[in-house]
């Protein structure tokens, strides 16, 4: 595995969280889940393209920390659900696709080329 940037990963982690709160401040509550999402991919892409290499990889990591800040309460959550079953099954639901939604942010990071990148090889 290659070794983590954790500068790259903090500045993803910092990004998703802020985009996730101001997209849901902006949308409204009910849309929670994907202001989230949102905001994950976006940190996962800033993530990776801070790191220079495996963006995919420090894109899951941004999405692990940022499910960490979730279950803190820093960060705003979708509601949850009345019975333990559901609320389980919804948790593990959002937070496999939250993983799912950071780690192709970061995936994308290696796929969009910038104008500092060129000229560098891959």
């Known amino acids: 595995m290659p070794p ?5 990963i903090l500045a993803g982690i910092l990004v998703s969280a ?3 709160i101001a997209t849901h401040a902006l949308v409204g509550p009910a849309t929670t889940a994907v202001a989230s999402l ?8 800033v993530a990776g ?5 495996a963006g995919a990889y420090h894109g899951a990591v941004v999405g692990a920390g940022f499910i960490v800040l979730e279950a803190l309460g820093v960060i705003p959550t ?20 939250a993983l ?3 780690t ?7 796929r969009i080329a910038s104008s ?5 090889d891959r």
């Not at 949102?38 to 892409?45: E, Q, T």
């Not at 979708?78 to 696709?97: E, H, N």
């Open 38 to 45: 949102f905001g994950l991919a976006v940190g996962g892409f």
């Open 78 to 97: 979708a509601g949850y659900a009345g019975d333990a079953f559901a609320d389980t099954l919804q948790v593990i639901v959002l937070d496999g696709a």
């Open 4 to 8: 983590l940037r954790w500068p790259a």
């Open 104 to 110: 192709l942010g970061g995936a994308l990071s290696s």
């Open 49 to 53: 393209k801070s790191a220079n290499s």
């Open 116 to 120: 500092s990148d060129r000229g560098r």
């Open 100 to 102: 799912l939604s950071s």
């Open 18 to 20: 802020l985009t996730a």
